[in-house]
């Protein structure tokens, strides 16, 4: 979905949006895949009511949407071959941090996985990005079989990672380097009032929407 | 012109809208958005003694017009609330808050609330003995007469600020714990908390939340809390803060005329962070279109 507004208080790949939606009371929160001046992407897999309710807007409808929420990755911590990890509905966010990585010059592998190659989204765009790409899909169905742990090795210098939880704890015991990795919670607000999505760290309770989405490898507590 | 004001304990607030507890923190998420002094106050965060994490997520639920929490009190305890919190809100916010204090029995509550009473920036103790989330806490103090009335005199007798006793929905007769209350030296009561509240994710099998029940807030409420003021203003002589559900100025005249000399918004700033300053804006035109010049003035209007 594409959409025009003030994209102003977006300054980070992996910050997300919080969507009203008519006949919703809670918004929907939506990582933003891509943005610029003026116009906002978001992916979103249809997963229930709310999700099935958007994918039947017309183009011109009109949406509340509270924009720039989360911390979002740091692309300064990434050293010169970082490792990027989308699986599912986390490949979308990674499409931006590739982006942001490759303009400041630095070299990105990206592993997308997916359970199954009908499922497969952006592989021509980050293609066209100039990103090493390397999609696994779980049936074998396109590109690797397997896992994105499958995909990996030890040739990377930081690790970003979007995904299913189990996902993210795999990829980061498959890694000795440092990162940083996506998580996520149902929430209240989104923007830090509600304590609905606190999660443990090793530096005590974050919010995954105001403090997160995005922790660092070292204060994770899986 | 239309005078929003309203007498609380003594202390005028510049109108009714209170945000309310849990749903604004302590407030300085809201003063990146506005300032925060426009609300005639607000509610802190639900503070206990000690530190508490709070329940496994999932912690939300959605609901028909509403929503499902079960947070748990999540709170940094009344310390560093005192030598953090208090002094960041200095900054941000210039009225006397509301200090919000839960708690696990009479002696911890009482110290709680004496901490924060000694505080100048707080204005007023609301007193939660109505969480539905905590086992073996709040709500178990809230839902009879007699332990709500004994919590109420021995917290009574350690503070000097006004008490403001925060009610459960989740009884038979609410009328009778606010009668207890007043009874035990409450000065105001506020109402409702949220109602006692479960979904099930059918395709899990299970609970939508971790904690199995959650409190309902929302829109869906706003009647129950209705009937459930115009009950209190029936049986008791203090003020009444109303809350459950409000997301409009004809809401907060509609709860004032129910019986509230104030009211609380609380989930509505979770979907619209800038409702209460958006419904303060509306608020003299609503009155207008009613002929309301003096807002104090409806509460109870209703009974009458």
New interface residues.
């Given amino acids: 979905m594409l959409l025009n507004g003030d994209t102003g208080a977006i300054t980070r790949p992996g910050q997300f949006v919080n969507i009203?939606l008519d006949g919703?009371?809670?918004?929907r929160p939506i990582s933003v895949s891509d943005w610029d001046d003026g116009l906002l992407c978001i992916i979103y897999k249809v997963v229930g009511r709310g999700t099935a309710y958007m994918s039947s807007l017309l183009p011109g409808a009109r949406l509340?949407i509270?924009t720039g929420l989360g911390n979002g990755f740091d692309v300064s911590k990434s050293g010169s071959s970082p490792l990027l990890v989308g699986g599912g509905a986390g490949v979308a966010p990674m499409y931006a941090l590739a982006r942001v990585l490759l303009s400041r010059g630095t070299a990105v592998h990206m592993i997308a996985g997916f359970n199954t190659a009908g499922e497969i989204y952006l592989k021509d765009e980050f293609e066209a990005l100039g990103a090493e790409l390397t999609i696994t899909t779980a049936d074998g169905s396109f590109g690797r079989k397997g896992f994105v742990t499958d995909a990996m090795d030890c040739r990377h210098s930081y690790v970003y990672a979007c995904g299913p939880e189990p996902m993210l704890k795999a990829v980061c015991n498959a890694s000795a380097a440092d990162g940083q990795y996506s998580f996520e919670?149902?929430?209240?607000?989104g923007?830090?009032?509600?304590?609905?999505?606190?999660?443990?760290t090793k530096y005590g309770?974050k919010r995954i929407c105001?403090d997160g989405p995005v922790l660092e490898k070292e204060e994770i507590v899986w | 012109m239309v005078d929003t004001r309203v007498d609380l304990c003594g202390i005028t607030l510049d109108n009714p809208i209170i945000p309310a507890s849990?749903?604004?923190?302590y407030g300085y998420?809201?003063a990146e958005l506005y300032d925060i002094n426009c609300p005639g106050t607000f509610s802190f965060?639900g503070t206990t003694a000690s530190p508490r994490?709070?329940n496994p997520?999932?912690?939300?639920?959605?609901?028909?017009?509403?929503?499902l929490?079960s947070?748990g009190l999540?709170n940094p305890g009344v310390e560093a609330v005192i030598s953090e919190e208090l002094p960041k809100l200095a900054k941000v916010f210039s009225k006397p808050v509301m200090a919000n204090v839960s708690g696990f029995s009479t002696e911890e509550y009482v110290r709680t609330a004496s901490l924060l009473d000694s505080q100048a920036q707080v204005g007023w103790i609301e007193l939660n003995i109505s969480c539905p989330n905590v086992h073996g806490g709040g709500a178990a103090f809230g839902t009879d007469p007699h332990t709500a009335a004994a919590v109420t005199a021995a917290v009574r007798k350690a503070v000097r600020k006004p008490l403001i006793v925060k009610l459960s929905p989740n009884v038979a007769d609410i009328a009778s714990i606010a009668a207890a209350c007043e009874d035990a030296g409450a000065d105001a009561v506020s109402l409702i908390n949220t109602v006692l509240a479960m979904r099930i994710d059918i395709k899990k099998r299970a609970p939508v939340l971790a904690n199995v029940t959650g409190g309902l807030c929302?829109?869906a409420v706003f009647p129950i809390a209705v009937r459930m003021v115009w009950q209190v203003y029936e049986a008791v002589s203090i003020p009444i803060i109303g809350m459950g559900g409000i997301s409009s100025a004809q809401d907060v005249v509609e709860m004032m005329m129910a019986g509230a000399a104030a009211v609380q918004i609380g989930?509505a700033?979770?979907?619209?962070?800038y409702i209460c300053r958006n419904i303060i804006r509306q608020l003299p035109e609503v009155m207008a279109e009613y002929s309301i010049d003096v807002l104090s003035n409806i509460t109870g209007a209703a009974h009458r």
């Fill in positions: 009203r919703f009371f809670l918004r509340d509270l919670e149902r929430m209240g607000c923007f830090g009032a509600c304590m609905g999505c606190t999660c443990k309770s105001r | 849990g749903t604004f923190g998420e809201f965060k994490y709070g997520t999932p912690r939300i639920a959605e609901a028909p017009s509403g929503m929490n947070v999540q929302g829109s989930s700033n979770l979907v619209d962070p």
